[in-house]
């Protein structure tokens, strides 16, 4: 069992269109000490944006299956005094060394056959969605639980990081998506597959390895949730009818991703817990739906507010196949409404923009906000919550990846910052990182990168 997630949306075969140079394989390995930019770095921005995922794809003639196996690759653009410098590397994961010295693709993954592995207990997982800081470390993450440690200049791989306590670490899948708080904890779940299957949610206090449970919820046959969300009282969890036996996970029989089994006439069961006591205090119902990604989650009175990117189905993971028609899967910004008080849920079109990949200013985390930031394969999109409306970034023949919003130091504002994001410009065969206004929307600047990087997963930014 491996990655799996989620979350690719970021390729063009999800959106209705074949790019590709956004699957093709990076190869090289480069340190640009200044990179050539067009307009003006803000000279507040200081400190480093990094992005993960997918770069090589191929070995000895045949290919991974699916986008979300192809092998982790880490980029990092450091920006200071109004420079931009840049730098990429291979995630040294078990996978690569696999596929490096036999020239061929032996190892299990997200879509990749359980057979065809050499490796039967990997050290170092193909970790290329996302990234994250734990205990002072900077770390690549998959569903996996055990992070990858990286140096932060270098990006030279360091090994996994060993959580100092007794939760699973083997047989599990946990979110790359972690929430952090304002005291720079962070809260997790992972779901335990065994005789008993079990959603671990757990806390990690700052500055240290040791994962704190949280909440233990018995489950069945367990849901793909791919992320979740927080309020400043409560975690939401919505688990969708796309579920597995555990069973069939533990036999590894068939890849991964293809033990899930979508039965929507279960509908959609969101769990509701108590950030303080773990105390699963409503389980709701509501209708058949998927998601990779929440947005955010803020209370109401007696109301939850959830925003996500939301599909009719899971129909989405087959379009990622990389020998997948183009096709388009189509997605939503969807708001649920959960009535605590009468044990209800109500799900609305919040905007007909079509976008993934969202992200919001992360100070906003858990309480109202207004702006959500988005991507889908032609441009990049600013949606308005209060009264819907949008602004867009977009070029001819660029591809743009994750938007991912850095706060003003000094802003008053929830927009006050500038916006990031790394487009594949096909016209060149090269990438650029674009950063945008975030209150106009309008560029400020561009630094461009002497190769292409293709269509990515996740990034952080980190001062």
Same mark, same amino acid.
């Given at each position: 069992m491996r990655l799996s997630y989620l979350l690719v949306l970021i390729l063009a075969p999800l959106l209705g269109a074949t790019?590709?140079?956004?699957?093709?394989?990076?190869?090289?390995?480069?340190?640009?000490?200044?990179?050539?930019?067009?307009?003006e770095v803000p000279s507040w921005i200081e400190g480093t944006f990094y992005r993960n995922g997918p770069a090589k794809f191929e070995a000895g003639g045949e290919s991974v299956n699916h986008w979300f196996d192809g092998l982790a690759m880490l980029h990092a653009f450091a920006l200071k005094n109004g420079k931009v410098s840049y730098t990429n590397q291979f995630?040294?994961?078990?996978?690569? %060394?696999?596929?490096?010295?036999?020239?061929?693709?032996?190892?299990?993954?997200?879509a990749q056959d359980p057979c065809r592995v050499h490796f039967q207990h990997s050290q170092i997982h193909n970790a290329n969605v996302n990234v994250a800081k734990i205990a002072e470390e900077y770390v690549a993450l998959t569903e996996f639980?055990?992070?990858?440690?990286?140096?932060?200049? %270098?990006?030279? !791989?360091?090994?996994?990081?060993?959580?100092?306590?007794?939760?699973?670490?083997?047989?599990?899948?946990? #979110?790359?998506?972690p929430h952090v708080e304002a005291d720079e904890s962070i809260i997790n779940y992972l779901i335990e597959f065994g005789r008993e299957t079990i959603y671990h949610i757990?806390?990690?206090?700052?500055?240290?390895? !040791?994962? %704190?449970?949280?909440?233990?919820?018995?489950?069945?046959?367990?849901?793909?949730?791919?992320?979740?969300?927080?309020?400043e009282r409560y975690l939401i969890f919505v688990e969708y009818p796309f579920t597995v036996n555990p069973l069939d996970l533990i036999q590894k029989t068939k890849p991964y991703i293809s033990n899930f089994k979508w039965e929507p006439e279960k509908g959609s069961r969101l769990l509701v817990?108590?950030?303080?006591t773990g105390e699963l205090v409503k389980t709701l119902h509501t209708q058949p739906f998927?998601?990779?990604?929440?947005?955010?989650?803020?209370?109401?009175?007696?109301?939850?507010?959830?925003?996500?990117?939301?599909?009719? #189905?899971?129909?989405?993971?087959?379009?990622?196949?990389?020998?997948?028609?183009? #096709?388009?899967?189509?997605?939503?910004?969807?708001?649920?409404?959960?009535?605590?008080?009468?044990?209800?849920? %109500?799900?609305?079109?919040?905007?007909?923009v079509e976008m993934e990949l969202p992200r919001i200013n992360d100070n906003f985390d858990g309480k109202g906000y207004q702006y959500v930031y988005g991507y889908d394969v032609n441009a990049l999109y600013?949606?308005? !919550?209060?009264?819907? !409306?949008?602004?867009?970034?977009?070029?001819?023949?660029?591809?743009?990846?994750?938007?991912?919003?850095?706060?003003?130091?000094?802003?008053?504002?929830?927009?006050?910052?500038?916006?990031?994001?790394?487009?594949?410009?096909?016209?060149?065969?090269s990438s650029f990182l674009l950063i945008l206004d975030a209150h106009t929307f309008e560029e400020v600047s561009r630094a461009r990168v002497p190769h292409h990087i293709p269509a990515g997963l996740h990034g952080q930014f980190y001062r």
């Open positions: 790019q590709p140079l956004a699957h093709k394989s990076l190869e090289s390995e480069i340190v640009c000490e200044s990179l050539p930019i067009q307009g995630l040294r994961s078990s996978n690569y %060394t696999e596929m490096m010295e036999h020239n061929s693709i032996n190892f299990s993954g997200f639980p055990l992070p990858v440690r990286f140096d932060p200049h %270098t990006l030279e !791989t360091l090994g996994v990081l060993d959580y100092a306590d007794q939760l699973p670490h083997e047989q599990c899948f946990e #979110s790359a998506h757990y806390r990690i206090s700052p500055g240290t390895n !040791t994962r %704190t449970s949280l909440a233990k919820i018995p489950v069945t046959n367990p849901s793909y949730m791919h992320s979740f969300s927080q309020t817990v108590d950030k303080k998927f998601s990779f990604h929440h947005i955010n989650a803020f209370e109401k009175e007696d109301q939850i507010i959830l925003d996500l990117i939301s599909y009719d #189905s899971p129909a989405v993971i087959q379009d990622l196949y990389l020998d997948a028609k183009s #096709s388009h899967t189509k997605h939503r910004v969807s708001r649920l409404t959960l009535d605590l008080s009468v044990e209800t849920v %109500t799900m609305e079109l919040l905007s007909d600013k949606l308005n !919550t209060a009264d819907k !409306t949008h602004k867009k970034w977009s070029e001819e023949r660029c591809l743009p990846s994750e938007p991912v919003f850095i706060p003003s130091p000094h802003g008053q504002e929830e927009d006050d910052g500038v916006v990031l994001s790394v487009i594949l410009d096909e016209k060149s065969a």
